[in-house]
């Protein structure tokens, strides 16, 4: 019943209609987009207003504040004096405070610390540290415009750093004299045929040589199922008898998907079924032009669900161990979440491998994830249908520029000796394409609104809350992440109420976990909270949860074994009977060949 007195009601005119109806709004629109498609080609899809708006929001604010300039003035003094008392002592001596910060190797070994290349190196050293103080606590600034200030200050001061300079790099001074020069010419020939290939759109030296099912993603198996998104593969058993429930891996489908079945050495895939696991992994389509409407949910349907009803037809009546890689991840505890709400009981665990459910503190990669930056994008993929890997390449360099820019600069067109090519490297120039309207709706719904963690991401008609997630968990967050923080993937706790078991291994987003037994240097963090425990903060947790050597693909393995029934039996059939399910083809499967 309505309660408004219609004959009162004001009738609707042309003067008072909703802009947006004007057909010729779309139009001026499509010039929008065509205009910021380009610019966004131009500048490595990097949005220019979202810097200019975090410089101006820097300089003004640093102008409004006295103080604050003050400070810099009495540092800047101090840093002069720093410097006037190392040229005092010879350039002998280093300015206290001024090694570079951890995980910075540009100016490791004995030749930086000989005249004049440790005066070149503590300059840029106390220039840096003023300029960490200067992008930092300015009063007003917003905390996204700092970060931006600061990461792009940081990007420009690297340029200038002595290590990229062959006239004040001594590694490169010694080998041009001790080769007569030859190391700069053939730098020079490594830098032609690099310019070739990227102009060619083909990948970098070296990765020819790691091809799918030849010698990388060479487990055993066979395509399964196939629909237009995914190809499901199932793994040959290496063991007489498996465990009952079946393993489901749901890899992002931002690369290709055998990250998890590398070589045979430091294949994940291999190891869980070496020890009687039946596995079963999505390879997922390489979209085009022709997918740009696919949406999220379309990725949940047609992946996540897919499989799991493929599988529920293969092996009957069994229930499903999902582990979900990165995006993969995040969707997988999407579908969880609405299974759960559905009371749809088929999955026996989750694990999460480096993938976030709430995205309030999504490390640097936030830095290019804003508003503005959001507008740039969309047109870049409204402009060809899909977001390609040479229009993320800009920010993803940058976010770690001293590793994949200019240590690759000084190492293969200074040095002249070109950096040997591993299976990892080479699968991630294997890059896949992502659809216009999923990539959209994933950052605006899931980055910029964080309509997950907030319990207002919609699944059919109805919001996907995580805590109707009430199946163990098993969590890995890696220390060197820049793409999942592990402080931000920890936030699984306050978005479920399960028992949930939580690992931090060493490395990074992905050799963190790609991080087989046997493997050097590796160690990792594990405890497990009960529903009835107190939940502790992430340094806290990190504190009192006890340090192992190894891999943890082992404590994985056991708390898999410990969370199945303790049936064993016979592996399912490699060539069922019912009808959605068939041999399509050998492993890997046609889709990761797909460019």
């Known amino acids: 019943m309505s309660f408004v007195n219609q004959s009162q009601s004001p009738t609707p005119s042309n003067s008072h209609r909703n802009i947006d109806d004007d057909p010729g709004v779309e139009t001026y629109r499509t010039i929008d987009r065509m205009q910021e498609a380009t ?6 899809g990097l949005s220019p207003a979202a810097i200019a708006l975090a410089f101006c929001d820097w300089t003004l604010h640093l102008a409004a504040a006295p103080g604050k300039r003050m400070e810099l003035a009495e540092k800047g003094w101090r840093t002069a004096a720093q410097f006037g008392e190392h040229l005092m002592n010879g350039g002998s001596q280093a300015p206290s405070g001024t090694a570079p910060v951890p995980g910075d190797h540009r100016f490791d070994g004995d030749h930086w610390d000989k005249r004049p290349y440790a005066t070149m190196t503590q300059a840029f050293l106390l220039t840096q540290q003023w300029w960490q103080s200067a992008t930092r606590a300015v009063p007003g600034v917003g905390p996204h415009n700092e970060e931006v200030v600061s990461f792009a ?26 080769t007569g020069g030859r190391n700069l010419v053939e730098g020079f020939q490594n830098y032609i045929a690099d310019f070739a290939r990227q102009a060619a759109s083909n990948k970098p030296v070296g990765a020819e040589d790691f091809v799918p099912g030849k010698n990388v993603a060479v487990t055993p198996g066979k395509v399964v199922f196939r629909n237009h998104l995914i ?23 931002i690369m290709k998907y055998y990250i998890l079945d590398l070589s045979p050495e430091n294949s994940l895939i291999r190891y869980l079924v ?18 740009r409407d696919l949406t999220m949910d379309d990725y949940r349907k047609s992946g996540v669900m897919a499989a799991v009803d493929a599988i529920s037809v293969i092996a009957p009546e069994r229930k499903i161990h999902a582990a979900g890689y990165c995006l993969g991840g995040t969707l997988l505890s999407i579908a969880a979440a609405a299974m759960g709400r559905a009371r749809d009981d088929r999955l026996a ?45 800009g920010a993803f360099q940058m976010l770690r520029s001293n590793d994949l820019v200019w240590s690759h600069l000084v190492q293969d067109y200074l040095m002249g000796e070109r950096t040997p090519m591993i299976d990892l490297m080479a699968w991630n120039a294997d890059t896949t394409r992502m659809p216009y309207r999923m990539h959209a709706e994933y950052l605006e719904k899931l980055y910029i609104n964080n309509q997950l963690a907030g319990g207002h991401f919609m699944v ?17 967050g890696t ?11 920890y936030k699984i706790h306050l978005l479920t109420d399960t028992d949930t078991t939580f690992v931090l291994t060493s490395g990074g987003h992905n050799a963190g976990i790609v991080s087989e037994p046997g493997h050097p240097h590796r160690h990792y963090r594990i405890a497990q909270k009960n529903i009835d425990d107190p939940l502790l903060g992430p340094e806290e947790w990190a504190a009192s949860a006890p340090s192992k050597e190894g891999s943890w693909w082992e404590a994985w393995s056991i708390w898999l074994t410990e969370n199945s029934s303790s049936e064993r039996v016979g592996p399912p059939k490699l060539s069922p009977d019912a009808e959605g399910s068939a041999l399509l083809c050998d492993a890997p499967g046609v889709y990761v060949f797909q460019q």
């Not at 610019?39 to 490595?44: E, N, P």
């Not at 190809?231 to 489908?253: G, H, R, S």
């Not at 999460?352 to 047109?379: C, R, V």
């Open 39 to 44: 610019l966004g080609r131009m500048t490595g």
């Open 153 to 178: 200050t940081r990007q420009i001061l690297d340029m200038f750093s002595p290590s990229n300079n062959p006239f004040t790099n001594p590694k490169v001074i010694d080998k041009t004299i001790e």
């Open 231 to 253: 190809e499901l593969i199932q793994y040959a058993p290496q063991t007489e008898e498996v465990l009952a429930e079946p393993i489901l891996i749901v890899p992002a489908w």
């Open 274 to 291: 070496s020890r009687g696991h039946t596995v079963f992994c999505i390879s997922w389509r390489n979209p085009d032009e022709e997918d």
């Open 349 to 393: 665990s989750v694990t999460l491998l480096a993938a976030q459910t709430d995205f309030t503190e999504p490390g640097e990669l936030a830095l290019f994830i804003d508003h503005s930056q959001m507008n740039l994008l969309e047109s870049m993929m409204w402009d060809r249908g899909y977001l390609s890997a040479d229009q993320m390449a």
């Open 460 to 476: 059919d008609g109805r919001p996907a809350v995580l805590e109707n997630i009430r199946l163990p968990l098993f969590v890995v």
């Open 479 to 489: 220390e060197k992440d820049h793409v999942a923080p592990w402080r931000s993937v």
